[in-house]
C-alpha cells in the first residue's frame, strides 16, 4: 500500500537553483492525479474520492475496509489541498473531498459546492522534520541551527518541504522555520514539493538529505512505524511552533455510497484505522 502511494507521487516543483529546477522538471512522471475537464475514469465503478496527500495511505485503507463491508469501490486521487480544491471549483468529477485543511472543505460549502452539513474533521496531522540518515535529525531539531557566526553553514544541501502556499503541512514547516529563525537563511537550500507526497519523496529518494514530512508517511497499518521510519531520525516540532493542522471532509454530490463512506470514517472501526497511521 505504502509502495503504490509513492509511485502517485511526483510533480513540478520550485526550487533553490537553476540547475536542480531542470533535473526535477524531468523527474515528473505520468502518473501524478491530474483532472482534466470532461474526462471520467472510474466513475461507474464506484465514488471518487479527492483527498490530501498525507492522508492517501490512510484511506485507501479505509477504502477497502468499505469495500469489504459493502462491495461498493472507493477511488482516492490523491494531490496538494490547493490544487484539488481549485479541480473540484472547474468541475472536477469528485464525490467526496478530504482536505489537509479546515478552510477548503468550508470554502467549498460557502460556495454552494458541497452539500451543506457534512463537514467534519477526520484528523489531527502532525508535522516531522525527517532524513533516512540515523544521525542527522536529533531529538531538538538541532541540525536546523546554522554554527555560530556562520549563517551559510548547516550539516545539509537540500531540506524538502510542501509548497506553504498550497499544503497545510508547507505552511506549518513555514512556521517552524521561521519561529527557528532560519527560514530567510534557508531559503536556497529548499527543495518545495506541490504536496506532503512529493516532499516526502524527495527525501526518500535522496534528493533532499531532510524534509517536513507528515508523521503518517512514516507509519504503516495498526500503529507500526514503517522500516525507513524505524531506522531513520526524526524530530516533532513542538505544536506551539505552527498552527494545529485539523483536517476535514466534507460531501460534494448527493451520492448515498458516498454519504455511506462518510459515515463509516467516522465510525470506531475507522477511527482504529485513522489512529493507525499516525493521527
Given at each position: 500500500?505504502?509502495?503504490?502511494?509513492?509511485?502517485?507521487?511526483?510533480?513540478?516543483?520550485?526550487?533553490?537553483?537553476?540547475?536542480?529546477?531542470?533535473?526535477?522538471?524531468?523527474?515528473?512522471?505520468?502518473?501524478?492525479?491530474?483532472?482534466?475537464?470532461?474526462?471520467?475514469?472510474?466513475?461507474?465503478?464506484?465514488?471518487?474520492?479527492?483527498?490530501?496527500?498525507?492522508?492517501?495511505?490512510?484511506?485507501?485503507?479505509?477504502?477497502?475496509?468499505?469495500?469489504?463491508?459493502?462491495?461498493?469501490?472507493?477511488?482516492?486521487?490523491?494531490?496538494s489541498t490547493g490544487k484539488l480544491y481549485a479541480q473540484i471549483r472547474n468541475g472536477a468529477p469528485f464525490d467526496a473531498f478530504f482536505a489537509a485543511d479546515v478552510e477548503r472543505p468550508r470554502l467549498l460549502e460557502?460556495?454552494?459546492?458541497?452539500?451543506?452539513?457534512?463537514?467534519?474533521?477526520?484528523?489531527?496531522?502532525?508535522?516531522?522534520?525527517?532524513?533516512?540518515?540515523?544521525?542527522?535529525?536529533d531529538a531538538d531539531g538541532a541540525v536546523l541551527n546554522p554554527a555560530e557566526g556562520d549563517a551559510g553553514a548547516f550539516r545539509f544541501r537540500f531540506l524538502a518541504l510542501a509548497n506553504p502556499t498550497l499544503a497545510p503541512y508547507g505552511k506549518a514547516a513555514e512556521q517552524v522555520l521561521r519561529a527557528r529563525g532560519v527560514w530567510d537563511a534557508l531559503q536556497d537550500r529548499m527543495v518545495r514539493g506541490e504536496n506532503i507526497g512529493q516532499a516526502y519523496q524527495y527525501v526518500y529518494s535522496g534528493n533532499a538529505e531532510l524534509g517536513f514530512v507528515a508523521l503518517s508517511q512514516l507509519m504503516g497499518p495498526g500503529g507500526v512505524a514503517t522500516d525507513i521510519g524505524r531506522t531513520g531520525s526524526?524530530?516533532?516540532?513542538?505544536?506551539?511552533?505552527?498552527?494545529?493542522?485539523?483536517?476535514?471532509?466534507?460531501?460534494?454530490?448527493?451520492?448515498?455510497?458516498?454519504?455511506?463512506?462518510?459515515?463509516?470514517?467516522?465510525?470506531?472501526?475507522?477511527?482504529?484505522?485513522?489512529?493507525?497511521?499516525?493521527?
Open positions: 500500500m505504502e509502495s503504490r502511494t509513492k509511485k502517485l507521487i511526483a510533480g513540478a516543483v520550485v526550487v533553490g537553483s537553476a540547475a536542480l529546477l531542470v533535473w526535477l522538471m524531468a523527474m515528473r512522471p505520468p502518473l501524478e492525479a491530474e483532472f482534466t475537464a470532461g474526462a471520467d475514469s472510474g466513475a461507474e465503478a464506484g465514488i471518487r474520492v479527492a483527498v490530501a496527500s498525507n492522508f492517501a495511505p490512510a484511506l485507501e485503507a479505509l477504502a477497502h475496509a468499505f469495500e469489504a463491508q459493502t462491495g461498493h469501490v472507493v477511488t482516492p486521487v490523491p494531490g460557502e460556495e454552494g459546492r458541497a452539500v451543506p452539513g457534512t463537514r467534519f474533521t477526520y484528523a489531527i496531522g502532525t508535522l516531522v522534520l525527517w532524513s533516512p540518515d540515523p544521525d542527522l535529525v526524526r524530530w516533532e516540532p513542538p505544536q506551539a511552533l505552527y498552527d494545529p493542522i485539523a483536517q476535514q471532509a466534507v460531501l460534494l454530490t448527493e451520492n448515498k455510497v458516498a454519504r455511506d463512506f462518510l459515515d463509516f470514517v467516522r465510525s470506531p472501526a475507522a477511527r482504529d484505522i485513522i489512529h493507525g497511521y499516525g493521527y
